[in-house]
T-cell receptor, first 113, second 113 residues
Framework: EADIYQTPRYLVIGTGKKITLECSQTMGHDKMYWYQQDPGMELHLIHYSYGVNSTEKGDLSSESTVSRIRTEHFPLTLESARPSHTSQYLC????????????FGPGTRLLVL | KNQVEQSPQSLIILEGKNCTLQCNYTVSPFSNLRWYKQDTGRGPVSLTIMTFSENTKSNGRYTATLDADTKQSSLHITASQLSDSASYICVVSAGNAGNMLTFGGGTRLMVKP
């Protein structure tokens, strides 16, 4: 079973609040990813990282930012949440090289009122 | 543009029956194809991964096929169980720098008693 954790699992906040979604993995994976998924829809990559101090934007434009100060930790921050940010956010990690199967966390369901 | 199309979008079957899910892709250059299972409210979990040279791979009651010439894959579920109710996502990896993934929209399977 994959050891990748996300907190909180559910979050309801008001518009304009700053939030940070946490993601941690204990597998020593170099690569980490953030996906956004609306209910019943496909996953969209919003950020990824190849390792410490590496962050890249994904296919889907997002107002969120990420940081990668430690290998195991890849938090995502929204400076000012809006209702359009309501979605599920999934974090994943993978080894560099080989099959690079991505292991996903349980997700954070965000509702912005 | 790299695309992954899945069909059907949703499917309801009776417990014990078999079913086959389809995936067509236009990702180039092709590296590998994965099938993920995503339970409601959870992150996706990898079921199978196939490279260009593999045309079938099994994981318990799940059997995936790949036809790299026609760029099609299928996931066959045998003797379905209630716990098979989930979304099944086809994910294709491009064989270029970064090995970025293209996700299909998923097939939502419901198994009824």
């Amino acid at each position: 079973e994959a050891d990748i954790y996300q907190t909180p699992r559910y979050l309801v906040i008001g518009t304009g609040k700053k939030i940070t979604l946490e993601c941690s993995q204990t597998m020593g994976h170099d690569k980490m990813y953030w996906y956004q998924q609306d209910p019943g829809m496909e996953l969209h990559l919003i950020h990824y990282s190849y390792g410490v101090n590496s962050t890249e934007k994904g296919d889907l434009s997002s107002e969120s930012t990420v940081s990668r100060i430690r290998t195991e930790h890849f938090p995502l921050t929204l400076e000012s949440a809006r209702p359009s940010h309501t979605s599920q956010y999934l974090c994943a990690s993978s080894r560099r090289g080989g099959e690079e199967t991505q292991y996903f966390g349980p997700g954070t369901r965000l509702l912005v009122l | 543009k790299n695309q992954v199309e899945q069909s059907p979008q949703s499917l309801i079957i009776l417990e014990g029956k078999n079913c086959t899910l389809q995936c067509n892709y236009t990702v180039s250059p092709f590296s590998n194809l994965r099938w993920y299972k995503q339970d409601t409210g959870r992150g996706p979990v990898s079921l199978t991964i196939m490279t260009f040279s593999e045309n079938t791979k099994s994981n318990g009651r799940y059997t995936a096929t790949l036809d790299a010439d026609t760029k099609q894959s299928s996931l066959h579920i045998t003797a379905s169980q209630l716990s098979d109710s989930a979304s099944y996502i086809c994910v294709v990896s491009a064989g270029n720098a970064g090995n970025m993934l293209t996700f299909g929209g998923g097939t939502r399977l419901m198994v009824k008693p």
